[in-house]
C-alpha cells in the first residue's frame, strides 16, 4: 500500500485551521471552475487508508466550523467549505465511495449545529473555537504519523 503525499494535502486544512480568526477576516473568492473541461474520473479501485477514520472526523469537523463561524460572523464567509472542497479533491481523486463518506461527514457536521444554533450564543462561540483546536489537533496528527 503506497501513502500519497499526505503532507501536502493537509498542509492546508491545518494552515487554515490555525489561521481561523485571521482567514475570517479575509474575503476572497475562489475563482469558478469549468466543470466542462474536466475529464470524466477513471475508476479505481478503493482502498481505505490507514487515516480513513481521522480524515473522516476531521471533514466533519469543518463542516461543524463553517456552520458555526457563518452564524458568528457578519458577512458569511467560505473559507472552510472551499477548505473541505481542496481536501476532498486532493484526497479521493478517482475514488467515489471516499469522496461520498468525506462529502457525507462535512454535511453531518454542518447539520449538526444547525438543527441546535440558530443564533450566535455563547456557546456556540465556544462550541466553534473547540471544533477549531479539534481539527487543528487532528490535521497536525494526521500529517506526523501518515505525512510522507
Known amino acids: ?5 499526505l ?3 493537509l498542509t492546508v486544512a491545518t494552515v487554515v485551521i490555525a489561521a481561523a480568526t485571521t482567514a475570517a477576516a479575509q474575503k ?3 475563482p469558478p471552475q469549468d466543470k ?7 475508476a479505481v479501485e478503493e482502498k481505505p487508508t490507514p487515516y480513513d477514520q481521522r480524515l473522516i472526523r476531521l471533514a466533519e469537523v469543518l463542516g461543524s466550523v463553517h456552520y458555526l463561524r457563518n452564524l458568528c460572523v457578519k458577512e458569511p464567509e467560505d473559507v472552510w467549505r472551499r477548505s473541505m472542497q481542496e481536501l476532498i479533491d486532493k484526497e479521493t481523486v478517482n475514488e467515489e465511495k471516499r ?3 468525506m462529502t457525507a461527514a462535512f454535511n453531518r457536521g454542518y447539520r449538526t449545529f444547525a438543527s441546535v444554533y440558530t443564533a450566535c450564543t455563547q456557546p456556540a462561540i465556544v462550541a466553534e473555537q ?3 483546536a479539534e481539527g487543528a489537533t487532528l490535521a497536525s496528527e ?3 504519523r ?3
Open 146 to 148: 501518515f505525512g510522507n
Open 142 to 144: 494526521i500529517v506526523a
Open 36 to 42: 466542462a473541461q474536466a475529464p470524466a474520473p477513471v
Open 1 to 5: 500500500m503506497t501513502f500519497r503525499p
Open 99 to 101: 469522496r461520498e463518506r
Open 7 to 9: 503532507l501536502l494535502r
Open 28 to 30: 476572497t473568492a475562489a
Open 130 to 132: 473547540r471544533y477549531r
